[in-house]
Nanobody, 123 residues
C-alpha cells in the first residue's frame, strides 16, 4: 500500500490543523492505521491509531487535543489536532499496522509508511 500524508503547515500556538493520509488500494477498510511524529533530533513516536472497526487509541502527548478518524469510502485517514503547542512541531507520518500485530505504539508494528508532512507551531 502507498500512503501520502498532507495538511501540515505553519500554525500559531493554540491553533488547529487537520492532517490527511491518502491510501492506495482497495482494502483500506481492513487496515489498522497509525499516526506517528518525529521532531528534529528525537525518536519517532506514536501519536494515535485507529482500528479497521473504528476503535481509537492515543498517546498521552496529544490525548484530549486530537482526534483520529477515517473515511473508508475515500481511503483516507485523518488526524485533527487542536490547541497546538510549539512542542508539537514535528514531521507527522501515517502508517499501516502489520496484520496480526497487536501493539499500537511500536515502530516495528507497521509495515508501510507515508513520507510525512511537516507541522510547525510557532509561539
Amino acid at each position: 500500500v502507498q500512503l501520502q500524508a498532507s495538511g501540515g503547515g505553519l500554525v500559531q500556538a493554540g491553533g488547529s490543523l487537520r492532517l490527511s493520509c491518502a491510501a492506495s488500494g482497495r482494502t483500506f477498510s481492513t487496515y489498522n492505521m497509525g499516526w506517528f511524529r518525529q521532531a528534529p533530533g528525537k525518536e519517532r513516536e506514536f501519536v494515535a491509531g485507529i482500528s479497521w472497526s473504528g476503535n481509537t487509541y492515543y498517546a498521552d502527548s496529544l490525548k484530549g487535543r486530537s482526534t483520529v478518524s477515517r473515511d473508508n469510502a475515500k481511503n483516507t485517514l485523518y488526524l485533527q489536532m487542536n490547541s497546538l503547542k510549539p512542542e508539537d512541531t514535528a514531521v507527522y507520518l501515517c502508517a499501516k499496522r502489520t496484520l496480526g500485530v497487536t501493539s499500537w505504539s511500536g515502530i516495528g508494528s507497521y509495515d508501510s509508511w507515508g513520507q510525512g508532512t511537516l507541522v510547525t507551531v510557532s509561539s
